[in-house]
């Protein structure tokens, strides 16, 4: 006992010199040899948007040819209440976009080609019904869910109306191409516990609210030697999963992660993330008392394998203006350095090279959620641009 005492001791003790090494040795992997990525035609083969929507999820894949998939699709998020507004900001956000030649670099689009709806929670799926049946009246093409469950809420209620004859069972090892040429993969990796290896299966129901999160479906995007996970609210063990069974490949090859859950405690396995190791990851998230996201725990993992972390929203504690450590008494503090985690980063777009070889990523805090009205929308916070040819991303721990 004494010497378990003394161990936990010297851990504390020696914590905050580990981290300051670590936050002053940070060095993320971004190439400014590299020639950037432009919506010039012929350069740019995808485009990926992270919506600004609080803390919920909304984010897009759009190809050259003007071929959309969605991806979850918020909600409007307020004092912790996701109903409020039913959605209708999340939609606005995601239809400017869609309708904007200028943002997009394709023209004005009124159909999204493809929709996930990882799991059924409000901050994932209540913008939906405002894109098809409101004001935008766009159309659909295949919705992908885990199909009908029996529910009273309000916010399912309208999901279901808006993908009434359009919804489809996500299964493991789906897989949809995206563009005319189809260049751009979109794979089923893990839905409901289902993965790669019976060994590794959990069935988890998604009509249950404590697998709601857990069995989010969970999508590896690939065009050429870029690579891009998300997976919802994915919890830990899932993570462990999809990598433990084969079904998504470890040792260095995901360029760019949507980390799940917001940050929280939950998600971001330190050996999930040892395994993929990505070079840039993105936070959908905003701080507020209820559940105070993101977590350092979490920032950290990330920092610790030099990767640029990008929180749409305020991630800080409101009061203290720090980032907040974990639930757990286990969860020690965490130096998060500015070079490494980027915060206020609104909405943010990504440019991946029509070859497949190279990727831009910018963001623009002037969009989105909580931003005030002529704050800027043209003016960028982050544009960095990175190589998705894993021999140009080894790197050495700290």
């Not at 998300?230 to 995901?254: C, F, K, L």
């Not at 993105?282 to 993101?294: E, F, Q």
Request: with cysteine; aromatic share 6%; hydrophobic share 35%.
């Amino acid at each position: 006992m004494k010497t378990t005492r003394l161990l936990c001791l010297l851990v504390i003790l020696l914590l905050p010199v580990w981290t300051a090494q670590a936050v002053e040795q940070f060095n993320g992997l971004d190439r400014p040899d590299l020639p950037e990525v432009t919506l010039t035609e012929g350069d740019w083969g995808l485009q990926i948007v992270f919506f600004n929507v609080g803390q919920a999820d909304a984010l897009l894949l759009l190809t050259p040819d003007g071929e959309a998939c969605l991806i979850d699709s918020g909600s409007d998020w307020q004092r912790g209440n996701w109903n409020d507004g039913k959605g209708a900001k999340a939609a606005d956000q995601i239809a400017d976009f869609l309708s904007s030649v200028e943002d997009n670099g394709v023209g004005a689009l009124d159909h999204i080609t493809l929709v996930y709806t990882t799991h059924y929670h409000a901050d994932h799926m209540l913008g939906l019904d405002n894109l098809v049946t409101g004001q935008h009246a766009l159309t659909i093409g295949t919705a992908y869910d885990q199909g009908a469950i029996r529910s009273t809420s309000p916010s399912y209620t309208r999901y279901a109306k808006a993908v009434a004859g359009s919804s489809t069972v996500a299964r493991y090892g789906d897989k949809e191409r995206l563009g005319k040429g189809g260049e751009v993969t979109i794979r089923c990796v893990a839905v409901a516990g289902d993965t790669e290896g019976t060994e590794y299966d959990s069935p988890l129901d998604p009509a249950r609210e404590k697998h709601k999160n857990a069995g989010s479906i969970a999508l590896l995007v690939t065009l050429g030697e870029f690579e891009f996970y998300t997976a919802g609210d994915q919890d830990r063990q899932r993570e462990r999963d999809v990598v433990d069974s084969g079904a998504i490949p470890g040792g260095n090859d995901i360029d760019l992660l949507k980390v799940s859950h917001h940050g929280s405690t939950t998600a971001t396995d330190p050996g999930f993330v040892e395994q993929i190791r990505p070079e840039v990851a993105v936070v959908s998230s905003t701080w507020h008392r209820k559940d105070r996201l993101p977590k350092q725990v979490a920032l950290g993992t990330l920092q610790t394998h030099r990767c640029h972390v990008l929180i749409t929203g305020d991630g800080t504690d409101e009061k203290t203006g720090e980032y907040t450590p974990g639930l757990s008494e286990d969860d020690l503090p965490v130096a998060i350095s500015e070079k490494a985690v980027h915060n206020r980063q609104g909405q943010i777009r990504i440019l991946v090279s029509a070859d497949g070889t190279r990727y831009t990523v910018r963001s623009f805090p002037g969009i989105g959620w909580g931003v005030p009205p002529g704050a800027g929308a043209e003016v960028e916070a982050f544009r960095k641009t990175f190589s998705a040819v894993d021999e140009d991303n080894a790197r050495d721990e700290q």
